[in-house]
C-alpha cells in the first residue's frame, strides 16, 4: 500500500504569510495527488486535483506542485479563512489521505 | 445544485451492522463513481471504498475488507455503505463523497453520518 506522509504536522503563522505544505508519498504517484482543505466541524473541499490543478471556485491563491513521489501546497497570502486543516490524497492505487497539516494563527 | 446527504448512522453495539445511505441530487447520479471517507472523532480522513458508475467494480481499505459492502442503486440515486461486524474502532463520521472524474479528486461530499460503537 501506498503510504502518505505531510510536513509539517502543523505551522503557525499570520494573516498575509506565504505558506508552504509538504506531501511525500511511500512510491511514485506520477501527479495522482489531491489537496483538501477542512473547516471544523465541516466536509473536506477540494482545492488541487492532479497535483497542481486549482479546482472551479478555490481561489488563485492556493496553487499545487509536484510529480514523482513529492508535493507541495502553497498558499501565497494567508487569509483569516485560511487557518484549518490540509491534507493530501493520492490516488494512484486505491486512495490514501495524508495525515494532515493544521494551519494556525501565531 | 450537487447534494449529497448521508443518513443512517447511529449508535451501535460491538459485533452490529448499520446501512448508511447517500441520497444524491442535481448530478447524473450514474454517470459517477462514488466513495465513503470516514473519519474518527478528532483524527484524519480514512478512505473506505469506492464504485464505479454502474456499480461493476468495487475497493476497499484493508481494514473494512470483507466486513463493508459498498452497492448503489442508480434508479434511486442512491449509495449505500453496509457496515457489519462492527468494531470500537469503527467509529467515525462517514462522507460520501462523488468522485469529479479523470483524475480529479473528490469534488463533492455529504455533511456526513455518526456511527458510533459502543457496548
Known amino acids: 500500500d501506498i503510504q502518505m506522509t505531510q510536513s509539517p504536522s502543523s505551522l503557525s503563522a499570520s494573516v498575509g504569510d506565504r505558506v508552504t505544505i509538504t506531501c511525500r508519498a511511500s512510491?511514485?504517484?506520477?501527479?495522482?495527488l489531491n489537496w483538501y482543505q477542512q473547516k471544523p466541524g465541516k466536509a473536506p473541499k477540494l482545492l488541487i486535483y492532479?497535483?497542481?490543478s486549482l479546482q472551479s471556485g478555490v481561489p488563485s491563491r492556493f496553487s499545487g506542485s509536484g510529480s514523482g513521489t513529492d508535493f507541495t501546497l502553497t498558499i501565497s497570502s494567508l487569509q483569516p479563512e485560511d487557518f484549518v486543516i490540509y491534507y493530501c490524497?493520492?490516488?494512484?492505487?486505491?486512495?490514501?489521505f495524508g495525515p494532515g497539516t493544521k494551519v494556525d494563527i501565531k | 445544485e450537487v447534494q449529497l446527504v448521508e443518513s443512517g448512522g447511529g449508535l451501535v453495539q460491538p459485533g452490529g451492522s448499520l446501512r448508511l445511505s447517500c441520497a444524491a441530487s442535481g448530478f447524473t447520479f450514474s454517470s459517477y463513481w462514488m466513495h465513503w471517507v470516514r473519519q474518527a472523532p478528532g483524527k484524519g480522513l480514512v478512505w473506505v471504498s469506492r464504485i464505479n458508475s454502474d456499480g461493476s467494480s468495487t475497493s476497499y481499505a484493508d481494514s473494512v475488507k470483507g466486513r463493508f459492502t459498498i452497492s448503489r442503486d442508480n434508479a434511486k440515486n442512491t449509495l449505500y455503505l453496509q457496515v457489519n461486524s462492527l468494531r470500537a474502532e469503527d467509529t467515525a463520521v462517514y462522507y460520501c463523497a462523488r468522485e469529479g472524474g479523470g483524475v480529479r479528486g473528490c469534488d463533492y461530499w455529504g455533511q456526513g453520518t455518526l456511527v458510533t460503537v459502543s457496548s
Open positions: 512510491q511514485s504517484i506520477s501527479t495522482y
Open positions: 492532479a497535483a497542481s
Open positions: 490524497q493520492q490516488t494512484y492505487s486505491t486512495f490514501t
